[in-house]
Nanobody
Framework: VQLVETGGGLAQPGGSLRLSCVNS????????MAWFRQAPGKEREFVAA??????YYRDSVKGRFTISRASAQDSVYLSMENLKPEDTALYFC??????????????????WGQGTQVTVSS
């Protein structure tokens, strides 16, 4: 499994970005795929996760971010709208077969991408 993120960059407050994460290795059909982020000096935090039937978000991104998965691949996307400076972070894609009660924990995921930087600034 090799997760590769793309799509980060610089956006103005109120702007939009779309992140992509594709598994370039052997397909595994993970139960959950997720996005986490880590700002400088802070711990990695949960952003959103999606199974085939359920979707979860951290409260601060609800209504602004949308997570989606490709139907036949270990791929996941994050559409981000109305970006705020506090969204600035290194965004990581993650995949695993964790249980629902642990989807917000980094320990629930076995595969990680290298991260893509999102900077929101005017």
């Amino acid at each position: 499994v090799q997760l590769v993120e793309t799509g980060g960059g610089l956006a103005q407050p109120g702007g939009s970005l779309r992140l992509s994460c594709v598994n370039s290795g052997d397909s595994y059909n993970f139960r959950y795929m997720a996005w986490f982020r880590q700002a400088p000096g802070k711990e990695r935090e949960f952003v959103a996760a999606k199974s085939r039937s359920q979707t979860y978000y951290r409260d601060s991104v609800k209504g602004r971010f949308t997570i989606s998965r490709a139907s036949a691949q270990d791929s996941v996307y994050l559409s981000m709208e109305n970006l705020k400076p506090e969204d600035t972070a290194l965004y990581f894609c993650a995949a695993g077969n964790t249980i629902t009660s642990q989807i917000r924990l980094t320990s629930g995921y076995t595969s990680w991408g290298q991260g893509t930087q999102v900077t929101v600034s005017s």
